[in-house]
Nanobody, 123 residues
């Protein structure tokens, strides 16, 4: 089973940028579609972005489209989320997950989850 560890979160002013990383170990990282989710205080976890096993296809929530970019480096077993033009409503704990899929009614993860990294955007 893949073990995932997120990093790169922090405090940033509105309009700023952050890059999150998700390092994988102990499994076949390159076999699976990976994704990012986030959970704000008092809200349910929501989908942010996903990337196919070879990086050829990417998917984004409407709320982050045009501002966030998901990527992966299979040689380094690492996935990234470049976040730009950050808004206070982007404040959340960000989680990475493996083996993510879309059932047609929403995105979900079958595989492992990381422990999360806090992103706080001040206004």
């Amino acid at each position: 089973q893949v073990h995932l560890v997120e990093s790169g979160g922090g405090l940033v002013q509105a309009g700023g940028s952050l890059r999150l990383s998700c390092a994988a170990s102990g499994g076949s990282f390159s076999d699976y579609q990976m994704g990012w989710f986030r959970q704000a205080p008092g809200k349910e976890r929501e989908f942010v972005a996903a990337i196919s096993w070879n990086g050829g296809r990417t998917y984004y929530a409407d709320s982050v489209k045009g501002r966030f970019t998901i990527s992966r480096d299979n040689a380094k077993n690492t996935m990234y989320l470049q976040m730009s033009s950050l808004k206070p409503e982007d404040t959340a704990v960000y989680f990475c997950a493996d083996d993510v899929n879309n059932s047609g009614s929403g995105w979900y993860a079958i595989g492992s989850w990381g422990q999360g990294t806090q992103v706080t955007v001040s206004s």
